[in-house]
């Protein structure tokens, strides 16, 4: 019978060359599984989606927690960054926490010390970015284009009282590159549910006041949406005036076939200014729109494709430009900044209706959460 050893004997050689490889191989780092991501509850409830009809479009906006909390979770217990988009997060972070505690201090320091305080709403913010090529009679132009939105609610200071800061016309039309945007701020008081009276003043030389009521609802129609829209509005440096929009969303899934009427009207000019769009859209997202004008070129799309096409005539007896545009739009590796490249075509009757290819491209940053939570103290 053959010993155990004798049969190891034959083995020995190969065994010391599996070891010795073992020995000179340089380690490799063993593959890490998969976290789970990093979600604040108001992005889970907004990818459940928003009615069974459009249940696989996630529907963006605002948090609605206080600027008391906003301050607790970003003291709370959050890992250090890793790599550049965790540090681009907490960039984001820092400045988003700083402005809530200066809109909690500013509400607070105006409050009637014999009133109990009341929690003051985190108060988001939106920057965009938009730069605009087109060629136009063998030269090129070039416009860049800023859009701030701030929206502070104040409710020690006085209940249903706003303060905002915007780069918005005030008639809210369709946003065209290259138009000059001035800053506007004021106070915004709530009438009623869908009612709003706002009274400011635009920053410009000599300072423009203005006032303004506004109307606008959202009605959800199974498969159809509607958006009405309504404003009166007065600016000491032209006129009275108004202007009124009714868009119309048709869904079927993630598609989207959109069409958005405005209509406006000053004293002054005594002639009614107009657009019409048509967009059909493949979207995953959408941010819901703090101004009207994002309607009419898809800009509430946070994700996804869209094509539109759009006529415009400074009055109702005719067209003076259309524009066709394919607008892609998608978040960065940071869900709270996202891209866009939109290529276009436009023909303008003052340039005798030639094709005028251009091209946007842009960045859209939303304040609206913390992009890293951590566990509160």
């Not at 132009?141 to 859009?147: H, N």
């Not at 107009?274 to 898809?298: H, T």
């Not at 009757?349 to 992009?371: E, H």
């Given at each position: 019978?053959?010993?155990?050893?004798?049969?190891?004997?034959?083995?020995?050689?190969?065994?010391?060359?599996?070891?010795?490889?073992c020995?000179?191989?340089?380690?490799t780092?063993?593959?890490?599984?998969?976290?789970?991501?990093?979600?604040?509850?108001?992005?889970?409830?907004?990818?459940?989606?928003d009615?069974?009809?459009?249940?696989?479009?996630?529907?963006?906006?605002?948090?609605?927690?206080?600027?008391g909390?906003?301050?607790?979770?970003?003291?709370?217990d959050i890992?250090?960054?890793?790599d550049f988009?965790?540090?681009?997060d907490r960039?984001?972070?820092?400045?988003?926490?700083?402005?809530?505690?200066?809109?909690?201090a500013?509400?607070?320091?105006?409050?009637?010390?014999?009133?109990?305080?009341?929690?003051?709403?985190?108060?988001?913010?939106?920057?965009?970015?938009?730069?605009?090529?087109?060629?136009?009679?063998?030269?090129?132009?070039?416009?860049?284009?800023?859009?701030?939105?701030?929206?502070?609610?104040?409710?020690?200071?006085?209940?249903?009282?706003?303060?905002?800061v915007?780069?918005?016309?005030l008639?809210?039309?369709?946003?065209?590159?290259?138009?000059?945007?001035?800053?506007?701020?004021?106070?915004?008081?709530?009438?009623?549910?869908?009612?709003?009276?706002?009274i400011?003043?635009k920053?410009?030389l000599?300072p423009?006041?203005?006032?303004?009521?506004?109307?606008s609802?959202?009605?959800h129609l199974?498969?159809?949406?509607?958006y009405?829209?309504?404003?009166?509005?007065?600016e000491?440096d032209?006129?009275?005036g108004?202007?009124?929009?009714?868009?119309?969303?048709?869904?079927?899934?993630r598609?989207?076939?959109?069409?958005?009427?405005?209509?406006?009207?000053?004293?002054?000019?005594d002639?009614?200014e107009?657009?019409q769009?048509?967009?059909f859209?493949?979207?995953?997202?959408?941010?819901?729109?703090?101004?009207?004008?994002?309607?009419?070129r898809?800009?509430?799309?946070?994700?996804?494709?869209?094509?539109?096409?759009?006529?415009s005539?400074l009055?109702a007896?005719g067209?003076?430009?259309?524009e066709?545009?394919?607008?892609?739009?998608?978040?960065?590796?940071?869900p709270?900044?996202?891209?866009?490249v939109?290529?276009?075509?436009?023909?303008?009757?003052?340039?005798?209706?030639?094709?005028?290819?251009?091209?946007?491209?842009g960045?859209?940053?939303?304040?609206w959460?913390?992009?890293?939570w951590?566990?509160?103290?």
């Amino acid at each position: 019978m053959t010993s155990r050893s004798a049969l190891l004997r034959p083995c020995l050689p190969l065994m010391l060359i599996c070891l010795a490889g073992c020995v000179t191989t340089a380690p490799t780092d063993p593959v890490v599984i998969a976290q789970p991501r990093e979600i604040t509850t108001t992005e889970v409830l907004a990818e459940a989606g928003d009615g069974a009809d459009r249940d696989s479009v996630a529907r963006y906006r605002p948090t609605e927690i206080t600027t008391g909390e906003v301050q607790a979770i970003s003291a709370g217990d959050i890992a250090p960054p890793l790599d550049f988009r965790q540090r681009l997060d907490r960039a984001h972070d820092v400045l988003y926490t700083r402005f809530q505690r200066l809109v909690e201090a500013t509400d607070r320091r105006y409050a009637r010390p014999d009133k109990e305080l009341k929690p003051v709403p985190a108060a988001p913010f939106r920057i965009g970015v938009t730069g605009e090529l087109l060629g136009r009679n063998d030269k090129t132009e070039a416009s860049l284009d800023l859009d701030l939105d701030v929206s502070l609610r104040l409710p020690n200071l006085e209940d249903r009282l706003r303060i905002f800061v915007t780069s918005v016309e005030l008639d809210e039309s369709p946003e065209v590159a290259g138009e000059d945007s001035n800053l506007r701020a004021g106070l915004r008081y709530q009438l009623l549910k869908y009612v709003s009276f706002d009274i400011g003043a635009k920053a410009d030389l000599p300072p423009v006041a203005f006032m303004a009521v506004k109307w606008s609802r959202e009605y959800h129609l199974g498969r159809w949406d509607f958006y009405p829209f309504a404003k009166l509005f007065a600016e000491t440096d032209e006129s009275v005036g108004y202007a009124a929009a009714a868009t119309f969303d048709r869904w079927s899934g993630r598609r989207l076939l959109r069409s958005s009427t405005y209509a406006k009207w000053r004293n002054d000019r005594d002639e009614t200014e107009w657009s019409q769009s048509l967009v059909f859209a493949l979207a995953e997202q959408l941010i819901v729109p703090d101004r009207y004008g994002s309607y009419l070129r898809a800009r509430d799309i946070g994700k996804g494709v869209a094509l539109h096409l759009l006529a415009s005539g400074l009055d109702a007896h005719g067209v003076d430009y259309y524009e066709t545009g394919l607008l892609i739009k998608r978040p960065t590796g940071n869900p709270w900044l996202h891209w866009f490249v939109e290529p276009l075509v436009r023909w303008d009757r003052r340039y005798d209706w030639d094709a005028d290819p251009g091209i946007r491209i842009g960045l859209d940053a939303l304040f609206w959460d913390l992009a890293r939570w951590g566990r509160a103290p």
